[in-house]
């Protein structure tokens, strides 16, 4: 099984700050890594696939970058709808794995 | 629009058993893979099982490798999992969640449906 560890755990920012959120898979997986958000009480939503693709409808200011086992989600200026949870997602092999999870709070 | 409306969530004894269901639409549903994910109260996600948009290949994570079972009736646009022996540690909020184009991404997600598990 792939473990994907995401850091840190927590980012204390304020608005218009940038962000920048890390996975590492326990071994390469190419580019096969999606990013995911997830606000209290709701579904995650897609963000980035095959490590830098924005799903339809995601801004601009979220991008992704990374290959074979070092991955990162970029923010560039975090709006007020931005602060959540945010997991990273191999689909290289079965089974399919998600990070921990990094909380991106008001600071 | 896509809509993913899963139910069947409830309370119940360890060992007991429960089956979701997830009705899809807005979409053709058997053109597409479909999949269950949880998430343990304040916990990540775990993704569960997965089953190809015919029902020829179903693949389980192995913490419920035996004892769950994924399903789907293309007829009734209708995804299940049917859970039997179930631990303490299955709580937590199911989503169905349909494929973006047979590549394994979580493209849609349902609201999800609650399973309490008691000792």
């Known amino acids: 099984e792939i473990v994907l560890t995401q850091s840190p755990a927590t980012l204390s920012l304020s608005p218009g700050e940038g962000a920048t959120l890390s996975c590492r898979a326990s071994q390469g997986i190419s580019s096969l890594l999606a990013w995911y958000q997830q606000k209290p009480g709701q579904a995650p939503r897609l963000l980035i696939y095959?490590?830098?693709i924005r799903a339809t409808g995601i801004p601009a200011r979220f991008s992704g970058s990374g290959s074979g086992t070092d991955f990162t989600l970029t923010i560039s200026s975090l709006e007020p709808e931005d602060f959540a949870v945010y997991y990273c997602q191999q689909r290289s092999n079965w089974p399919l794995t998600f990070g921990g999870g990094t909380k991106v709070e008001i600071k | 629009q896509v809509q993913l409306v899963e139910s069947g969530g409830d309370v119940v004894q360890s060992g007991g058993s429960l089956r979701l269901s997830c009705e899809a639409s807005?979409?053709?549903?058997?053109?597409?893979?479909m999949h269950w994910v949880r998430q343990a109260p304040d916990k990540g996600l775990e993704w569960v099982t997965f089953i190809h948009y015919d029902g020829s290949n179903k693949y389980y994570a192995d913490a419920v490798k035996g004892r769950f079972s994924i399903s789907r009736d293309n007829a009734k646009n209708t995804l299940y999992l049917q859970m039997n022996s179930l631990r303490p540690e299955d709580t937590g909020v199911y989503y169905c969640a349909k494929e973006r184009e047979s590549d394994r991404l979580f493209e849609y997600w349902g609201q999800g449906t609650l399973v309490t598990v008691s000792s």
């Open positions: 807005g979409f053709i549903f058997s053109n597409y893979g």
């Open positions: 095959d490590a830098s």
